[in-house]
């Protein structure tokens, strides 16, 4: 299961659909509806809300958005109605860890979606989400347990002020 914590826009067609799959999950584990994926780390930050469900509702909303200005119908009606107060806070580290972890993604699946990403340092994060300094979540599966930050993270912790975000799609 992965919760993103950057903007769907960068997610090519098969992560959108794994997004919209993996989030209706979520929101199921959520409302007590399933046994399984109940201490998921990326559900964490979910559960630490005052109301969840309406926070993975706001999550849903913008994927499905995204497929509507790609042109695909995703059914709303699986997304329970909520109001979300305020924004989820995340950290840089972590949002820069998913990017990284995206490109490695696209660079396989979808080169062209790649190609664009790669001109992007610092994407936008998801509307749910406030993004704050901070390292990579001590949640976030890494390779060999460690936390492995990208070049272009580790430049971002050592010159917080140098950041160049993404607004255009790619």
């Known amino acids: 299961m992965r919760l993103w914590t950057i903007h769907p826009q960068y997610l090519d067609t098969k992560g959108l659909l794994a997004a919209w799959r993996e989030g209706l999950l ?8 399933t046994r399984g994926y109940t201490r998921h780390p990326q559900l964490r930050r979910f559960q630490a809300t005052a109301s969840p469900t309406e926070a993975i509702s706001i999550y849903l909303a913008e994927i499905a958005n995204e497929a509507d200005r790609r042109g695909y119908k995703f059914n709303r009606t699986k997304i329970l109605i909520g109001q979300c107060e305020g924004k989820l806070p995340e950290t840089r580290g972590q949002l820069l860890f998913e990017w990284s972890h995206l ?8 080169p062209r ?15 749910l989400f406030r993004i704050v300094a901070g390292p990579v979540q001590d949640w976030e599966k890494t ?21 160049r975000h993404a607004s255009s799609r790619p």
């Open 113 to 127: 979606s790649y190609r664009a990403c790669c001109k992007i340092e610092v994407p936008r994060a998801h509307p």
């Open 143 to 163: 390779n060999s347990g460690k936390q492995t930050v990208s070049r272009t993270a580790a430049k971002h912790r050592a010159a917080p002020g140098g950041k």
């Open 26 to 33: 979520a929101q199921k584990v959520l409302l007590g509806r």
């Open 103 to 110: 490109k490695r993604k696209l660079r396989r699946r979808a």
